[in-house]
């Protein structure tokens, strides 16, 4: 059964049980609280009787007491009343007490917490309330059935429409999600609604664009590793057949490039790990509180022989003489290197290259900030959205000539983020470019 039968189903047998339960309660409930009020009231006139009279039965057998139960109509009612010894004080009816007494209706008459005596009736409704009760419960039975009838069915036809109004949009998710399984990940559902319904779809698009990144990603990255492996290769396979054909001693000068493509690959299979390990959120990160001074000194160190080959001028301005980062200090010496390499890389002789620690505050957490600006060729604001996308290099030809491979800002990018920190980029073409990164503060 589909879900919009079971619905239906579920409020058809609701209003059957809010119809059957008003009967129930309007015949048998009211039968029986008209048949207690009216015992109730025939006792009472003999409790009253005893009271009146003194707390006796003086001249009981004398008292019509129909004249007290019946004042319109005649009360044709069997009434027999016991002592509390079982003396029969008072008997009216048209058979013998005897068979009154065994077969009849019975209550006790008790007066101060005495029970003075016991009353015996064929019914225990006088004429008149006999038609007082089946008038009510006549009226209730004709009338009162149009009620639950017409409120059943207006229930059942508001539950067809609920029922219609609900399923509807779960029929037409049901062939897009059928799409989506099979592979079909530009399908989109219109959200017409703000209700769940409406959620559920915008989660479901969200879903499936994801999807589709994802999968666009995946396809990029195998076709781009292809690309990447396929010159180093190439590079390698070329020199072996030169020294295949030579048939001579290799001479080192020979081995060089091939040694040279193997360190490159490896440093790409190397690379595409990190960075595989930091997207998927498994990297391991060993942090500590890490002085941020003498871990840019010790990368600067590195680099100064290159930069005073190229007489490039590295300027630290530290305003602070300690920022303790909570980060992994070898990890963050990859992100510090990375940018490093780059400000050396796309720098020509003669530029400068300027650190700057800082200690900023953002959405009410404290941070580290360090920014490394150049002075080097820059990069235009059309390139700025992609520059973390591992792979991408401004220039194909001028990144392969100067040998980088495009995975140096993704694999900064990850790592800052493993440490929930951020880094941004500013730069202007021919006059250099600023990377700004923010660790969390110790
Ligand atoms: P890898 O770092 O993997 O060896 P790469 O340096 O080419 O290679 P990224 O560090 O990711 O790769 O940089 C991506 C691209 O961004 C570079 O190819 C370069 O074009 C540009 N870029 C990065 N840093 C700078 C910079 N400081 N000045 C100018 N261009 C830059
Ligand atoms: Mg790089």
């Keep these: 059964m589909n879900v919009r039968g079971k619905l239906f189903g579920a409020m058809a047998v609701l209003?059957?049980?809010?119809?059957?339960?008003?009967?129930?309660?309007?015949?048998?409930?009211?039968?029986?609280?008209?048949?207690?009020?009216?015992?109730?009231?025939?006792?009472?006139?003999?409790?009253?009787?005893?009271?009146?009279?003194?707390?006796?039965?003086?001249?009981?057998?004398?008292?019509?007491?129909?004249?007290?139960?019946?004042?319109?109509?005649?009360?044709?009612?069997?009434?027999?009343?016991?002592?509390?010894?079982?003396?029969?004080?008072?008997?009216?009816?048209?058979?013998?007490?005897?068979?009154?007494?065994?077969?009849?209706?019975?209550n006790t008459v008790i007066v101060n917490g005495a029970t003075v005596g016991t009353i015996y009736v064929d019914r225990w409704e006088s004429t008149e309330d006999y038609l007082l009760k089946k008038y009510v419960l006549d009226s209730m039975r004709t009338q009162g059935l149009r009620v639950p009838t017409l409120t059943g069915i207006v229930a059942l036809l508001l539950g067809l429409w609920l029922t219609k109004k609900l399923t509807e949009p779960l029929k037409r998710l049901i062939p897009a999600i059928q799409k989506i399984a099979v592979g079909e990940l530009h399908v989109r559902i219109p959200v017409t609604t703000r209700d769940e319904f409406g959620k559920v779809t915008g989660a479901l698009n969200h879903m499936a664009q994801q999807l589709l990144r994802a999968e666009e990603v995946r396809k990029n990255l195998t076709a781009d590793v292809a690309h990447e492996l396929r010159t180093p290769l190439s590079i390698i396979q070329c020199n072996m057949e030169v020294i295949q054909e030579g048939g001579r001693d290799i001479p080192p000068e020979t081995l060089l490039p091939i040694q040279d493509e193997v360190i490159r690959l490896s440093k790409l299979v190397d690379d595409l790990h990190q960075l595989t390990l930091a997207e998927a959120g498994k990297l391991q990160l060993d942090r500590s509180p890490t002085d941020l001074v003498p871990l840019l000194d010790r990368i600067i160190d590195m680099l100064k022989p290159e930069a005073e080959e190229r007489h490039i001028d590295i300027v630290r301005s530290y305003p602070v003489q300690k920022l303790n980062a909570f980060v992994d200090p070898h990890r963050i010496t990859q992100v510090f290197y990375n940018l490093l390499t780059n400000a050396m890389r796309y720098t020509s002789s003669g530029g400068k290259i300027s650190i700057r620690i800082t200690d900023s505050s953002h959405e009410e957490s404290r941070f580290a900030s360090v920014s490394i600006e150049d002075t080097g060729i820059g990069i235009a604001a059309e390139q700025l959205p992609f520059l973390f996308d591992r792979f991408y290099r401004v220039e194909e030809s001028r990144a392969r000539h100067t040998g980088g491979m495009g995975l140096g800002l993704a694999i900064a990018k990850e790592f800052v983020e493993a440490h929930r920190g951020f880094i941004s980029v500013q730069s202007e073409v021919g006059r250099g470019t600023q990377f700004t990164v923010h660790l969390p503060c110790a």
């Excluded at 057998?61 to 004080?89: F, H, M, T, V, Y």
């Design 15 to 106: 209003v059957f049980f809010v119809t059957v339960g008003y009967f129930g309660a309007t015949q048998g409930y009211l039968k029986n609280r008209f048949e207690d009020y009216f015992k109730a009231k025939t006792t009472k006139l003999f409790e009253i009787y005893y009271k009146e009279h003194d707390n006796s039965w003086e001249g009981i057998e004398e008292i019509k007491i129909s004249d007290a139960l019946e004042q319109i109509s005649p009360d044709g009612r069997e009434i027999a009343l016991l002592s509390s010894e079982g003396n029969i004080l008072f008997f009216r009816g048209s058979g013998d007490s005897g068979s009154l007494i065994q077969q009849g209706k019975r």
